[in-house]
């Protein structure tokens, strides 16, 4: 399955409607600084977990790398349409969108 790269804009009006956003960082990472809303599901320990329940997916990292060198792997855990936010939180902070920090 072939994810499809999205910018922050393209990814929060995703969410609005109803995507989950899912977080792929580490759960110390997660924790300092994520997304309001976002689910974490740490790329260690992802293999092993099923996201249902949404129309679409949007995975995100720090800045895009880990999840466009594990793209596969994040497919593979659901059926849902999946998309990855180019620049990560990076982006999503970039173009003005809360996070919360620790």
């Known amino acids: ?3 499809k790269h999205i910018t922050a ?3 929060k009006a995703l969410v609005d409607q109803g995507a989950t956003l ?3 960082r ?3 990472e997660f924790a300092d600084e994520n997304i309001p809303g976002a689910r ?3 790329l260690s320990r992802i293999g092993g977990s099923t996201i249902t329940g949404a129309p679409a997916v949007v995975f995100h990292c720090k800045s895009g790398a880990r999840t466009r060198m594990n793209a596969g ?4 855990c659901t059926d849902a349409d999946v998309y990855i936010l ?7 902070k970039a173009a003005g969108y809360p ?3 620790g």
Request: charged residues 25%.
């Open 1 to 3: 399955m072939l994810l």
């Open 9 to 11: 804009a393209e990814a």
């Open 22 to 24: 899912v977080d792929v």
């Open 26 to 28: 580490e759960v110390n």
């Open 40 to 42: 974490n599901e740490p």
């Open 73 to 76: 792997a994040l497919a593979s």
């Open 86 to 92: 180019d620049g990560g939180i990076e982006a999503w």
């Open 99 to 101: 996070v919360s920090r």
